[in-house]
């Protein structure tokens, strides 16, 4: 997460429950969360069919924040599932693309990995246990004065291209 103003940026996109802060936040709309992981992965160390199973296997989560190790699972305690992750990283993307190499199970956001769901690259576990999370996607921007004409446009297209995956 970056400072607009130390990096000069106009806007940032924020996935997940925003902090507060001084910042401008528009909702851009929301993405279903899903476990996915490859074929490769999956023949090679077998399909969970139960939320507990994911102990046994080998589980991608993030460095930072916290909260995004915790994945939308109903289960006997509750609807979410914590993890603890045997490989971590800072990237959504980074944890996609590990999950397309065959290195583990994943929670990403449907905008992410839709492409790979649709061609079989990734498979979507334990859909029945999927509590419905949906995360949040905001655009955040200092606003000193009226927002310029082309970071409004440029939102409005963001906007519509999220809801093609919602």
């Known amino acids: 997460i970056i400072d607009l103003l130390e990096q000069s940026t106009d806007v940032a996109i924020r996935i997940g429950e925003l902090a507060d802060s001084s910042l401008h936040a528009r909702s851009l709309g929301c993405s279903p969360v899903q476990v996915l992981a490859s074929p490769a992965y999956l023949e090679q160390h077998g399909t969970p069919q139960r939320v507990e199973e994911l102990a046994n296997h080998c589980l991608l989560g993030f460095s930072q924040p916290e909260s995004l190790n915790h994945w939308p699972l109903r289960h006997a305690q509750g609807d979410r599932w914590s993890i603890r992750p045997s490989l971590i990283a800072s990237s959504g ?46 655009a955040v921007y200092y606003r000193n004065t009226q927002l310029a004409l082309r970071i409004q446009c440029f939102l409005d297209f963001i906007q519509r291209k999220l809801a093609m995956y919602a």
Not at 107 to 124: K, N, P, W
């Open 93 to 138: 993307e980074t944890l996609r693309q590990l999950a397309l190499a065959g290195e583990g199970i994943v929670s990403l956001s449907h905008f992410m990995t839709h492409e790979d769901i649709r061609t079989g690259r990734l498979q979507v576990l334990l859909s029945e246990a999927n509590n419905g999370y949906r995360q949040p996607i905001h």
